[in-house]
């Protein structure tokens, strides 16, 4: 069955960069909108950035944008999230997450998307 398995999660200072990846397996990787969602302890779950199938278009939560970067590599079925500047407030567990399609309104909710992993906790110590 399809897997997506997150990576790259720690305990990071505030200002510090974390870069998460998220491997797919047994997906046609690059036909899927990507996706990175985080849920802090006792909170939902949020959007925090997409990217389409080409990698032509992303869109990104207003509390991560010009910090975060989503990026993919179709040829390495990963998708990337390079986090900087990073705040206590973004200590979350992050996950990535697969759509079968692309609208700019669609890929901020959940329900957009088919297929999850697991998670990697984002830890930021003020």
């Known amino acids: 069955q399809v897997q997506l398995v997150e990576s790259g999660g720690g305990l990071v200072q505030a200002g510090g960069s974390l870069r998460l990846s998220c491997a797919a397996s047994k997906l046609t990787f690059s036909i899927y909108t990507m996706g990175w969602f985080r849920q802090a302890p006792g909170k939902e779950r949020d959007f925090v950035a997409a990217?389409?199938?080409?990698?032509?278009?992303?869109y990104y939560a207003d509390s991560v944008k010009g910090r975060f970067t989503i990026s993919r590599d179709n040829a390495k079925n990963t998708v990337y999230l390079h986090m900087k500047s990073l705040k206590p407030e973004d200590t979350a567990v992050y996950s990535c997450a697969a759509a079968p399609s692309w609208k700019q309104a669609a890929v901020l909710q959940y329900s957009a998307y088919d297929y999850w992993g697991q998670g990697t906790q984002v830890t930021v110590s003020s």
């Open positions: 990217i389409a199938w080409s990698g032509g278009s992303t």
